[in-house]
C-alpha cells in the first residue's frame, strides 16, 4: 500500500503547523521547509480546513493554526479522511475477476487494511511533534 502524495503533504502540513504552536503559519513558510509547490501546499491546507484540522485566517497578516489540541487529531482518522480510495486491489472496489468466489486475497487485504489503520488510529499528532525542538530546528521555526 502506497499513501498518496496529498496524505503525505497534509501530514507535513500539520506537522509544521504543530511545530509552530499558536504562532500562524503561511503556506510559503510551509512550502519553503519542504520543498513542496506552493499550489499544492494551497489544496492540502484548503482541504485542511474544510476538514476543520485547521484554522485559516485570510488577509496580509493571515496564515492557518491548528483548529484544535494535537492530541485530539489522530493519524489514523486524518488518513481516511485524505485518501479518496483505500481499495489494495480492484476487486476490493468491487470489480470482477473470474476466481472471486473462489478467492481468499480480498479478504487477507482486507484485514492487512484493517491492521494498518489500527495502528495509526493509535497515535496522534502529538506523537509526530515529540521532537518539538529538533523539528523547529529542521524546519527552520524560530525557537
Do not use: W
Not at 24 to 31: G, K, N, P, Q
Not at 46 to 66: A, N, S, V
Request: charged share 25%.
Amino acid at each position: 500500500m502506497r499513501l498518496t502524495s496529498f496524505t503525505d503533504f497534509s501530514l507535513r502540513v500539520l506537522t509544521y503547523v504543530g511545530a509552530k504552536g499558536d504562532s500562524l503559519s503561511t503556506i510559503d513558510e510551509i512550502s519553503d521547509a519542504y520543498g513542496i509547490s506552493r499550489n499544492h501546499v494551497m489544496k492540502v491546507v484548503f482541504r485542511l480546513g474544510q476538514l476543520h484540522y485547521l484554522e485559516t485566517i485570510r488577509g496580509k497578516t493571515g496564515g492557518m493554526r491548528l483548529s484544535r489540541d494535537p492530541e485530539t487529531i489522530n493519524l489514523g482518522r486524518l488518513v481516511r479522511d485524505m485518501e479518496e480510495n483505500l481499495d489494495l486491489v480492484e476487486c476490493m472496489a468491487g470489480g470482477n475477476c473470474c476466481i472471486e468466489p473462489a478467492c481468499t486475497l480480498k479478504g487477507i487485504l482486507n484485514e492487512s487494511l484493517r491492521a494498518f489503520l489500527a495502528v495509526l488510529d493509535r497515535y496522534t499528532l502529538a506523537d509526530l511533534l515529540r521532537p518539538q525542538k529538533r523539528l523547529k530546528t529542521l524546519l527552520s521555526i524560530p525557537a
